[in-house]
């Protein structure tokens, strides 16, 4: 690695400028990164005279001070464009992207820094069992190659044999026991497999991970969208102390709303009307319809057909519930305009949008129930706003546990009016709660059946609330009678020996974050397991990095992660995966089966040479007969071997050890 400083005079940079921050040059094997602190273009100018070409990065780390407020970044003009740009969180400032303004202060931003942190710069690829095992046949034959020549080569020139003939005669013999083919014949089985599972929606980025999916003993999987369907559809709402029914399921158009199971009309019903208008505005999704929806009854959507989404399916679930209600984004932006917006991220576990309307500023807040909770100091009850009580705080929690008991992914709502005050943490008006269900995937019920009959630990981890992963996963088979859930917290709390004693009895991680995952996954690695991880965000990047198969979500999986994956889910469906462990079960043996093949035929020939020795008969086979030989017969046979279809009878076996050798078994 090579770390270059670029905004301060150093040895052997004479005639460079000083600037009161700090900007570094690193270059390693993969990547040209700036990291910068500074507030001037003279990094720029001292790069110049040390003849770095800035086109050339790939990756720029910001701290501070580069932004104007003419609406971009000022200093990096001779940066790569298509360079990743990545913003830290430091304590205060402007942040500007591009051209898109990010947001203010502290609160508004925590783009992915732990990429780049020592945890994900430190971990080495390791080599796969695969390439492990190779590595320690090709060691064997090398010594016994040797001691046969050696062997050969001394007994003949001591029976008096001319030296030049017997050094032959060595070299024959060590042609015989080398198996060419090897090489060969691994490489187009691991890419005939590949091939089979992108026809199976697996991407596989490294060849020699499709057989370590083989032996994999623990996959930890998502929930959202690998484990579910990933259609939200909002069925409950509580507002104003009240509990709300949706009817229709996923993005179709047709709905109505309940109450103690009357139909009503929700438009009177003030609590929930400013829930539903909340979570419209605060969104960044957007829906569409071809239908006509004019036709409607009271309280109730009744036109055909579902709903065209366009982001999140969480934010379209929040759009098509404010829709079967008759509150669209299309109206409410009539007379409002968004001046800002604080993305969601899994630190804050909240996101917000700060909107011009009637005259004044109101910020718009969505995100997991505890962190809004914490927001609130108000509540909206029957049309007033009233303090936020211990007693109705409970009556929010309680409520808040009869949805996630029932599998509900829960959000929480609240607003503020900015006129007083620009603080957003504090001081909010609670509206309501949206539970939203999203049912396992019926393929990911029998994949995780698959797994247990295949000796496969299947791990959820989440950043959804505990009760809805544990219910949710108890829905999928994954978690069972006395199996543990913890939360990310509770995980912090634990040193790493705790964690190691409890790993193998958990089933359900939830609110973890990225940090979180690392940890997991190294806690599995100590106990000697071969541990599967998947991911889509930017932050899951150390894990996947970590894990000894990473793998990433095509659809919602961010480029960074998909990079540091081995395999990629094309359609980020939990099946696909176990289907792809199958696939890897069946390449080993397959393997195992060539390479016992082409020992045995080298065996044969180095037994035929080393008798015919003994025998004192001239050579039987020379060098290039015994190469044309192992052409016709190894290779196509061994090649033959390597395509059969996977034994369904390996799904039935536990993961074989990853130290196991080709000839065990």
């Not at 407020?69 to 200093?75: C, M, P, R, V």
């Not at 009016?417 to 603080?423: F, I, K, Q, R, V």
């Not at 393997?591 to 001239?618: A, W």
């Amino acid at each position: 690695m090579k770390i270059i400083c670029l905004s301060e005079n150093t040895e052997g940079a004479s005639g460079c400028e000083a600037e009161h921050g700090l900007s570094l040059y690193i270059e390693t094997e993969k990547h040209r990164l700036l990291l910068d602190t500074g507030a001037s273009d003279l990094f720029a100018k001292n790069a110049e005279k040390l003849g770095i070409d800035l086109t050339a990065v790939d990756t720029v780390i910001l701290s501070h001070g580069h932004y104007d407020h003419s609406g971009g970044i000022i200093t990096f003009s001779k940066i790569n464009p298509s360079a990743r740009i990545y913003l830290r969180r430091n304590a205060g400032g402007d942040y500007y992207h591009g051209e898109r303004y990010i947001g203010i202060d502290k609160r508004i931003l925590n783009l992915p820094q732990l990429v780049f942190t020592d945890d994900f710069m430190e971990i080495d690829e390791e080599l796969t069992p695969l390439q492990k095992r190779l590595a320690e046949l090709g060691k064997i034959i090398a010594i016994i190659c040797l001691a046969v020549c050696i062997i050969v080569t001394a007994a003949g020139i001591l029976r008096g044999e001319p030296v030049f003939d017997m050094l032959m005669t060595g070299i024959t013999i060590a042609i015989a026991a080398i198996p060419e083919g090897l090489p060969a014949t691994v490489t187009i089985a691991l890419a005939l497999a590949v091939s089979r599972m992108l026809k199976k929606n697996a991407l596989v980025h490294k060849l020699h991970s499709v057989e370590t999916l083989g032996c994999a003993s623990v996959i930890c999987t998502d929930k959202t969208g690998t484990v579910t369907e990933n259609k939200m559809t909002v069925c409950k709402a509580y507002c104003g102390g009240k509990e709300y029914d949706f009817s229709g399921n996923g993005y179709r158009i047709a709905g109505e709303v309940t109450c103690g199971g009357e139909r009503i009309n929700p438009v009177t019903e003030v609590a929930l009307r400013e829930a539903l208008i909340c979570g419209t505005l605060c969104t960044s999704a957007s829906i569409s319809a071809k239908s006509d929806l004019s036709t409607r009854q009271r309280g109730k959507l009744t036109a055909d057909g579902e709903w065209t989404i366009t982001g999140d399916p969480t934010e379209a679930a929040l759009l098509v519930a404010a829709a079967k209600c008759g509150i669209t984004a299309e109206k409410l932006w009539v007379n409002r305009e968004k001046l800002d917006e604080i993305p969601f991220d899994s630190d804050t576990r909240c996101m917000t949008v700060i909107v011009r309307e009637g005259g004044g500023k109101t910020a718009y807040t969505k995100g997991s129930v505890d962190v809004i909770l914490k927001r609130c100091a108000f509540a909206l009850v029957d049309g007033d706003t009233v303090p936020l009580t211990a007693a109705r705080r409970r009556e929010i929690l309680e409520a808040n546990d009869r949805m996630t008991d029932n599998a509900l992914r829960v959000l929480a709502l609240c607003r503020k009016n900015l006129a007083s005050g620009s603080d957003m943490e504090t001081g909010m008006i609670f509206l309501g709660l949206q539970g939203m269900l999203d049912p396992p995937r019926a393929e990911a019920k029998q994949a995780v059946r698959l797994c247990r009959s295949a000796h496969i630990r299947t791990v959820m981890i989440t950043g959804d609330h505990k009760n809805t992963a544990a219910a949710v996963a108890r829905q999928a088979g994954i978690m069972r009678g006395d199996d543990l859930v913890f939360t990310g917290e509770e995980l912090s709390r634990m040193s790493d020996s705790q964690l190691d004693e409890v790993i193998g009895k958990t089933a359900v991680f939830a609110r973890v974050t990225p940090a979180d995952k690392l940890r997991i996954v190294r806690a599995f690695k100590r106990k000697g397991e071969i541990v599967t991880m998947t991911g889509d965000g930017v932050n899951d990047a150390p894990a996947i990095k970590e894990a000894s198969i990473g793998v990433a979500m095509g659809i919602t999986g961010t480029d960074v992660t998909k990079q540091a994956a081995d395999v990629v889910l094309l359609d980020d469906n939990f099946a696909t995966l176990v289907s792809a462990v199958e696939q890897g079960r069946g390449i080993y043996s397959n393997i195992r089966k060539f390479v016992r093949y082409l020992l045995s035929c080298n065996i044969g020939e180095v037994l035929t040479m080393f008798l015919g020795i003994i025998l004192g008969m001239p050579m039987v086979l020379l060098p290039t007969q015994i190469l044309l030989v192992n052409l016709v017969t190894d290779g196509l046979p061994a090649i033959a071997l390597g395509v059969e279809p996977p034994d369904r009878e390996n799904m039935k076996m536990p993961p074989r050890k990853s130290s196991e050798s080709f000839f065990s078994g």
